[in-house]
């Protein structure tokens, strides 16, 4: 198997999700195409020649040498927080990828999927909704969507376009707006059985967000009879 080339990319656009989270789109120019839930590494060359790699993942279905990430900055990071505040407009970076070839939703299937996602876990999940709207035929998909509060909260133009064959919850842990029934809590049991229930024996579960979060969430679809050989997940932190 061939290794997958480094490319430049430029960056085209900035554009803020929450106080502390950026879309960023870049052109790369014999981009070779990716699907829906798969990521990029991000090379920074500094002047002296250090060089800093880290993962992102695509945030929107192929559309030609347009590619576009969801980057949270993290505090004290070394790369997070020059990429979303600090790059510049026409700057150029270098990206490897498409990577990763196991969690993804190809898009046309007609098995129900269920996306689970904890705060930045939603990017590669956004993209399977993207696909998902975009395909014809397509099957059953579910979102349920967990984060802090509404602040925090990625896509919200997503969210507002609502489309057939879609379902989705937001979840909220510490601050919920008002009227919210459910109250802010973590992810249970409660949240996650009917769309479990709904998956049948064809169906995947997609689950990605921070490590705790991940594997509190795989354990709960096990628990309430999901297969764990159709729950895939991602993880970071």
Not at 100 to 107: A, E, K, S, T
Not at 204 to 224: H, K, M, N
């Amino acid at each position: 198997m061939r290794p997958v080339p480094w490319r430049p990319a430029r960056l085209l656009a900035r554009s803020p999700q929450t106080p502390t989270a950026r879309t960023l789109v870049f052109s790369v120019p014999g981009w070779p195409g990716h699907l829906p839930g798969q990521h990029v590494d991000v090379r920074l060359t500094a002047a002296d020649g250090y060089r800093a790699v880290r993962s992102y993942s695509l945030a929107a279905p192929a559309d030609g040498e347009r590619v576009e990430l969801g980057v949270q900055s993290v505090p004290g990071g070394e790369v997070s927080p020059y990429l979303t505040d600090v790059l510049p407009v026409d700057a150029l970076v270098e990206v490897r990828g498409p990577l990763g070839n196991w969690f993804v939703l190809r898009p046309g299937t007609l098995a129900p999927a269920l996306l689970v996602a904890g705060g930045a876990g939603v990017v590669p999940l956004v993209s399977m909704v993207r696909a998902h709207r975009a395909a014809a035929p397509r099957g059953p998909l579910r979102l349920l969507y967990s984060v802090r509060g509404p602040d925090d909260l990625w896509y919200r133009e997503q969210w507002a376009d609502r489309h057939a064959d879609f379902d989705l919850a937001l979840l909220y842990t510490r601050v919920a707006p008002p009227g919210d029934p459910r109250g802010p809590e973590r992810i249970t049991a409660r949240d996650l059985a009917a769309a479990a229930a709904a998956l049948g024996p064809d169906g995947t579960a997609y689950v990605c967000g921070p490590t705790g979060f991940v594997e509190s969430a795989a354990d709960l679809l096990t628990g309430l009879g999901v297969d764990p050989a159709t729950v895939r997940t991602e993880r970071f932190g």
